[in-house]
């Protein structure tokens, strides 16, 4: 189980780090392999998208970071509710970003992601985007822990939230947390993520 630690909402100085973070425990996902299929440059590509997703996360002071001796080791992207974390042109930074590593699988990435973006539940919810741990620190409790302490905030004001997992192993650990999974979504030529649906729930 996690060790002392402590968890922050991130700030603008904490960028490079989370986002580098983040990079590191996402470089074999399948839905960033999917993304980034070359293995060599995938690092490089992960931390850029990561870079925009943090960026637009803390806009809305929604991003959140473990610390253990000062030096983060997990960290979350989250978006709340009524909010879109790609809003002001957001997307197509992450758009270019694609195209530039896959020039030719323009309609099957477009597919893709508007099968994702179009899968959101239309109620209004927490949605996390991201959660992500040192892989060295991975299997200790630091994702849950991170997570659980935006839900209290989530269930504070009676929110729903949503997550789309991209690895099955992860399933249980969000069922653990509240999750429900309640559609599969199959990428063309990619793996197959599971969108999961928290139920708000009124705290105190």
Known sequence: MAGHFDIRRAGFGDVRELSLVLARAFDEDPFMSWLFPEPAYRLKFVQAWMRVEVESALAMDASWVSLVSDEIIAGTIWCPPGRDLHEGGRFNQLWYLV??????????????????????????????????????????????????????????????????????????????????????????????????????????
């Open 99 to 204: 195209l530039g590593a896959n020039p030719d699988r323009t309609s099957e990435l477009a597919e893709g992601l508007s099968m994702i973006g179009s899968s959101h539940p239309e109620e209004l919810h927490f949605y996390l985007n991201t959660v992500g741990v040192e892989p060295s620190l991975a299997g200790q409790g630091h994702g849950g822990a991170i997570i659980r302490h935006t839900l209290d905030l989530a269930d504070g004001g009676g929110h729903p939230c949503y997550l789309e997992s991209s690895s099955s192993r992860n399933v249980p650990l969000y069922e653990r947390l509240g999750f429900e999974v309640i559609h599969e979504i199959a990428l063309p030529n990619g793996p197959t993520m599971w969108g999961m649906w928290r139920e708000g729930v009124r705290s105190g």
